[in-house]
């Protein structure tokens, strides 16, 4: 079946460190990879996307690579910021179909201290 | 921008009651998708719609139903609530044609507590 594995947290880092966090996907097919971050109390948001392979998202300093030989997608940051603290989550869509669901990874909480 | 609505935002009931969750997505979107999170949890997928009609299934038990309305608001029925059934209830709209290029936006969410 389909499924995201991300590696667990929290992650606690200090302000302007380097970021990265792991993402493996298992997918039939060619599925297309998101992150999406959560701050509290509010929904997800996409944060940014992969359609195929060796393509690499980026958004607000984050960036990720979709590596199908490897089925990792993981996420970067050169140097996070305080306002970076969130749950992040990994997805992937299986289609491109209308209505076709997102599967989620566990989510990964980052906390950044000054 | 105009975002996902949902409504309400708070709901408390006890076991064995019902309850009605409703979202309405963003302007000219043809597409709602619902999710369930438990706390500290990834958001688990029940179900979605697409032109009014059901598009996929994930884990919605069959106490719950849903539907999307002629203008593609959504609501969510829960009958015979159970103490597990407490979680936040994510609803999220796309635009269905624009396939990945139309990324999901979520509402803020709906906390379900039941008692």
């Known amino acids: 079946g389909n499924s995201v594995t991300q590696m667990e947290g929290p992650v606690t880092l200090s302000e302007e460190a380097f970021l990265t966090i792991n993402c493996t996907y298992t997918a039939t097919g060619y599925p297309s990879l998101f992150w999406y971050v959560q701050y509290p109390g509010e929904g997800l948001q996409l944060l940014l996307k992969?359609?195929?392979?060796?393509d690499k998202g980026s958004n607000k300093g984050f960036e990720a690579t979709y590596r199908k030989e490897t089925t990792s997608f993981h996420l970067e940051k050169g140097s996070v910021q305080v306002s970076d603290s969130a749950v992040y989550f990994c997805a992937l869509s299986r289609s491109n179909q209308a209505g076709t669901a997102l599967i989620f990874g566990k989510g990964t909480t980052l906390s950044v201290s000054s | 921008a105009a975002g996902v609505i949902q409504s309400p935002r708070h709901l408390i009931k006890e076991k064995r009651e019902t309850a009605t969750l409703k979202c309405y997505p963003i302007?000219?979107?043809?597409?709602v998708y619902w999710y369930q999170q438990g706390p500290g949890q990834d958001p688990q997928f029940l179900i979605s719609f697409y032109e009014k009609m059901q598009s996929d299934k994930g884990s919605i038990p069959d106490r719950f139903s849903a539907q999307q309305f002629s203008d593609y608001h959504s609501e969510l029925n829960m009958s015979s609530l159970e103490l597990g059934d407490s979680a936040l209830y994510f609803c999220a709209s796309s635009l269905g044609s624009g396939g990945y290029n139309s990324p999901l936006h979520f509402g803020n969410g709906t906390r379900l507590t039941v008692t």
């Open positions: 302007p000219r979107h043809d597409t």
């Open positions: 992969a359609t195929k392979a060796d």
